[in-house]
Nanobody, 122 residues
Framework: QVQLVESGGGSVQSGGSLRLSCTAP????????MAWFRQAPGKGREGVAW???????TYAAAVKDRFTISQGNGKLTTYLQMDSLKPEDAGMYYC????????????????WGQGTQVTVSS
């Protein structure tokens, strides 16, 4: 069920930047691993970026060196800084939480947000 809240989506030109935010509802999330996923119309969700409780980050090859995942507000807010955006980056972006940091697929995440829309034009 939806427990996280995303914000920061919008419409930008190719090469532009956006910063997405994901806010967690309670202090339990301070010890959770967090991730960002995205989904384009007619396609499945794909993992974009991950951050563990030690701050170690992992990125999908398609966004590596362009996107940065980080946390603030005592790890209750998870950010996704997106630079050098391309049209293929467009879609609905979701944050997700993994309480024990063991998830391998999207189906193992326990909390999700409603999503925030990102549009990139050429």
């Amino acid at each position: 069920q939806v427990q996280l809240v995303e914000s920061g989506g919008g419409s930008v030109q190719s090469g532009g930047s956006l910063r997405l935010s994901c806010t967690a509802p309670d202090d339990n999330y301070r010890s959770y691993c967090m991730a960002w996923f995205r989904q384009a119309p007619g396609k499945g969700r794909e993992g974009v970026a991950w951050i563990d409780t030690d701050g170690e980050t992992t990125y999908a090859a398609a966004v590596k060196d362009r996107f940065t995942i980080s946390q603030g507000n005592g790890k209750l807010t998870t950010y996704l800084q997106m630079d050098s955006l391309k049209p293929e980056d467009a879609g609905m972006y979701y944050c997700a939480a993994d309480p024990d940091c063991s998830a391998v697929t999207e189906f193992e995440y326990t909390s999700w947000g409603q999503g925030t829309q990102v549009t990139v034009s050429s």
